[in-house]
């Protein structure tokens, strides 16, 4: 009987630790894919024409959360205009990378500021990136308004 107990417990551990290895670090692709995304972000923070050329692919389908489609041209007319994006955090994020496809899913806040007028959105956002022989490029994203997280 003790033998059957011990033999539980080993297995038991043994399974547990199999379980915390079981967990991958990201890989060398997520980490990529994430670096763009954050140039991406950085980017269109700073209204930088040159690296949203670079990191926005030519089929570009930009949904947003009100419906609005977009394309390449216009997401890059519409962030050189007057509104400005003064901040932009992500939370819950996940990557998952298919070869040369990484879907990239997150809650965003984002603060805009038009004519002096601060405004902020909750959304959550899928973003489509393809690896292409440049680096990673944004080929599709499809926003979701969200309620704004409440505070107790």
Known sequence: MRLWVMTKWIVALLSGLTLAVAQPAPSAAAK?????????????????????????????????SNARLQNKADVVKVTMGSTTIEAMDFSDVTVRVY??????????????????????????????????????????????????????
């Open 32 to 64: 990529e894919v994430l670096a763009a995304s954050d140039a991406l972000k950085q980017a269109m923070m700073k209204k930088d024409a040159a690296a949203l050329q670079k990191l926005l692919h030519e089929d570009l389908t930009y949904s947003h």
């Open 99 to 152: 070869g040369t496809t990484a879907l990239i899913r997150a809650n965003v806040d984002m603060r805009n500021a038009t004519d002096g007028k601060s405004t902020t959105s909750h959304i959550n956002v899928l973003f489509v990136w393809l690896k292409g022989p440049g680096g990673w490029q944004l080929v599709g994203r499809q926003a979701t308004q969200v309620s704004p997280p409440t505070t107790p």
